[in-house]
């Protein structure tokens, strides 16, 4: 059974830092395309990022960055712990939501949150101004 985890949301002022974690079981972190997405009271689902292995380089990884996030927030994983994380800096009061994240069981990326087959629970994100 595929179970996604996330956790480390919390409150923060603007301009702080937080680290989301998303514990996965059930697939390895290299198996799938892995996404991070957020949801904001009212909003629909927003792809922040989506990262994948390459197919014949072994330790290789792209990512594709949302523009609303990119420079700010990076990806990173633990191959050992089966974890995906993501590194926030610099946040804004607009970066409050819900946080997700999320595998999607082919090799392309993809920021559309339809296209995704496994949720984990999400982890709240607070931005104070």
């Known amino acids: 059974e595929v179970q996604l985890v996330e956790s480390g949301g919390g409150l923060v002022q603007a301009g702080g830092s937080l680290r989301l974690s998303c514990k996965v079981s059930?697939?390895?972190?290299?198996?799938?395309?892995m996404g991070w997405f957020r949801q904001a009271p009212g909003k629909a689902r927003e792809g922040l990022l989506c990262t994948r292995r390459n197919a014949f380089l072994r330790d290789v990884y792209y990512t594709d960055y949302a523009d609303s996030v990119k420079g700010r927030f990076t990806v990173a994983r633990d191959n050992f712990k089966n974890t995906l994380y993501l590194q926030m800096n610099t946040l804004k009061v607009e970066d409050t939501g819900m946080y997700y994240c999320?595998?999607?069981?082919?090799?392309?990326?993809?920021?559309?949150?339809?296209?995704?087959?496994?949720w984990g629970q999400g982890t709240q994100v607070t931005v104070s101004s």
């Open positions: 999320a595998i999607r069981r082919t090799s392309s990326c993809s920021m559309a949150a339809s296209t995704y087959d496994f």
């Open positions: 059930g697939v390895g972190l290299d198996d799938y395309v």
